[in-house]
């Protein structure tokens, strides 16, 4: 175990980092070898946003493990009444026919709303709240799918700005007594259980790994892992104010660490790239001190 001391360090270099990014930060980070653990704010709840559907696709994963889902069946789907987003199926045009892997591709490389509400619907909520349940994560909860989050989102805003200070002071899912949510430690506890294989075992948990290895955002975890030989697996959320990673970080000599970064900004501003690259910075001071020889 890392020392007293060593932790407080770590913690309040990345505090600062936090603070200098112009954010509220909360962090936890696990070796998933050693169990040894640094946490800043780990227990308190979040609005998780994007990075729920991590759970869907767990569920999705190891319902296929027990033979409850053949994740080859394809889905159509046509080119009106899609969620909502700025990329993949929420951003094409044309009708669409893709296998649920498929769709669960898309919902971890570029964040695609449409798809995950599709998992989500053959899935429902309650399936999916049953998995983080079984896995011991119960303050993991899911209330509303990605469009329902959507529509609280417009209600609330109706027609003021999205950067308006007053507008975002008033958007519920803001708040995780209100929308889906969940903890730091949580979520590194999920992804230790994917490593692990308890989540869905065999083939179906590596295939899950592939697809976190897969997301294509450099901006946020996987900035502050600049390095050929180092693999960043994750998966992001954002909403007004809210920028988000979870993810798991794999060192060439067989290191291994979960990470789960949740900020919130400040500033309302929609471009903010130090609120973005802060998530890697501070996952960067976690697991360095993580890897630190014992003194």
Known sequence: MRSDTSNAHA?????????????????????????????????TLVSTASVHKLCVLTTLF????AGRIDLTRRLDIP???????????????????????DLAYLSIAVSDNTAADLLWDELGLDAVNGTMADLGLTRTVAVHKIRDMIAALRQDTGSGSPVDPAVVARLRVLDPAFTNRSTAREMTALLAA????????GEHGAALRR???????????ASGFPFDDVRVHGKTGTLPTLRHEVGVIEYPDGGRYAVA?????????ITLPAADAVIGTAARLAVDALRAPVG
Do not use: K
């Open 62 to 65: 190891r319902q296929a493990a």
């Open 194 to 201: 994917i490593w692990y294989d308890q989540a869905c075992p």
């Open 79 to 101: 080119a009106f009444g899609r969620t909502d987003g700025p990329t993949g199926l929420a951003a094409m045009l044309d009708a669409a026919r893709l296998s649920l892997r």
């Open 211 to 221: 697809l976190l290895g897969l997301q294509v955002w450099p901006h946020r975890l």
């Open 11 to 43: 913690r309040a270099r990345i505090a600062e980092a936090f603070a200098e990014a112009g954010v509220t930060g909360l962090l936890h980070a696990r070796d998933l070898d050693t169990g040894t653990e640094l946490a800043h704010g780990a227990d």
């Open 261 to 269: 970064v949740f900020t919130r900004a400040t500033a309302t501003s």
